[in-house]
């Protein structure tokens, strides 16, 4: 089995930098979400506030027109774009440069959501994390991965990874299909699960925090937005893959004693994403 990297304390703070006390939100990175489809818009709304939670300056989604008002009513801090679909985006058009892009928490798979990412895909030059449908979609159309540039972060569940490199008979014959399949696209792969584990070719990393707790319903589009608020406020893209998913384990850990397994929910790791950064703090 390859040999990996565990990611706990001390490796965290070779990491993490404290934000400079003249910073102000324009130097705070601005991040771009796109996601959303009917009935999804949750998704876009947990990975956004995440995102803003995780210490980044300004935040914008695109989603298409059916989130407007919960977006606006539920999160009144990121700002809203919308595509001209009511239910599903069929291009992705901003007016602004942002640091860092996360795509496809609750995007659907729509013909007209396939084509609008494959357009995007071929201009952008922006660092990104790939998500669910954002994988998916890839997934569906293989040659796309030719045009997502290196160093771009996916962040695929066991069924997302198995669509992405096809099945595995052990954990060994995993391993070694996700580092090719990382070394051929030059991807950084955050293959989520228990541990999740963070693969940069040859170079492998191991969480060390986090439990059953995460086991619910959009604990993966936080994440998706924890790492793009990471990309944004600079980080090397490793970094912000491995400082977001142990930040977003640290979460359900110091909820754990309140919660228990069982009622912990999405929110409850943004609401813990303070904590989680102060217990850095006190480590320094
Ligand atoms: N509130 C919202 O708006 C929410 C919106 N969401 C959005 O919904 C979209 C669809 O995403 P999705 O992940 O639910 O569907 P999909 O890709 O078919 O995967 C499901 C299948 O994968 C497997 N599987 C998953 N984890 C596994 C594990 N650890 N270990 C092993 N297997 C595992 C498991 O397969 P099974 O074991 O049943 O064969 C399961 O049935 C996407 O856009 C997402 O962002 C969600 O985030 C929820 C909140
Ligand atoms: N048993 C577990 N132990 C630790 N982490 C887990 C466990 N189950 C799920 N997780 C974590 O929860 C997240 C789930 O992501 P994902 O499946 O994409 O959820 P969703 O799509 O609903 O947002 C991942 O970060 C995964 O590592
Ligand atoms: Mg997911």
């Known amino acids: 089995m390859t040999n990996?990297?565990?990611?706990?304390?001390?490796?965290?703070?070779?990491?993490?930098?404290?934000?400079?006390k003249k910073t102000h939100k324009g130097i705070q990175g601005h991040a771009l979400i796109i996601g959303?489809?009917?009935?999804?818009?949750?998704?876009?709304?947990?990975?956004?506030?995440?995102?803003?939670k995780t210490g980044c300056g300004l935040v914008t989604v695109f989603i298409p027109k059916c989130g407007y008002d919960?977006?606006?009513?539920?999160?009144?801090?990121?700002?809203?774009?919308?595509?001209?679909?009511e239910e599903m985006i069929s291009n992705f058009t901003f007016d602004f440069t942002p640091q860092a892009i996360g795509i496809g928490p609750g995007l659907g798979q729509a013909v007209e959501t396939q084509n609008a990412l494959h357009q995007f895909l071929k201009?952008?030059?922006?660092?990104?994390?790939?998500?669910?449908?954002?994988?998916?979609?890839?997934?569906?159309n293989?040659?796309?991965?030719?045009?997502?540039?290196?160093?771009?972060?996916?962040t695929p569940h066991p069924k997302e990874l198995e669509r992405l490199i096809g099945k595995w008979d052990s954990e060994e014959e995993k391993m070694s299909k996700a580092i090719s399949f990382s070394k051929q696209h030059q991807v950084i792969i955050v293959m989520k699960g228990a541990p999740t584990?963070?693969?940069?070719?040859?170079?492998?990393?191991e969480n060390t925090t986090g439990n059953a707790a995460l086991a619910t319903a959009g604990t993966g589009d936080v994440l998706t937005g924890m790492i793009t608020s990471l990309l944004a406020q600079s980080y090397e893209t490793i970094d912000a893959a491995i400082l977001g998913v142990y930040l977003h384990g640290l979460t359900a850990d110091i909820a754990l004693?309140?919660?228990?397994?069982?009622?912990?929910?999405?929110?409850?790791?943004i609401a813990n994403i303070g904590k989680a950064f102060l217990s850095l703090k006190k480590m320094v």
């Open 123 to 140: 201009t952008n030059t922006i660092p990104l994390v790939i998500d669910a449908d954002g994988l998916n979609i890839i997934s569906k």
């Open 142 to 154: 293989k040659k796309l991965l030719d045009l997502v540039q290196p160093k771009t972060v996916i």
């Open 197 to 205: 584990r963070i693969i940069d070719g040859e170079s492998v990393y």
């Open 257 to 269: 004693p309140e919660t228990g397994y069982q009622s912990f929910i999405a929110s409850d790791v």
């Open 36 to 52: 959303g489809s009917y009935g999804k818009i949750g998704a876009v709304s947990l990975s956004s506030k995440a995102c803003l």
């Open 4 to 20: 990996s990297i565990y990611i706990d304390q001390e490796e965290i703070l070779k990491r993490y930098k404290q934000p400079d």
């Open 70 to 85: 919960i977006l606006q009513i539920s999160i009144p801090e990121v700002m809203v774009l919308t595509d001209i679909q």
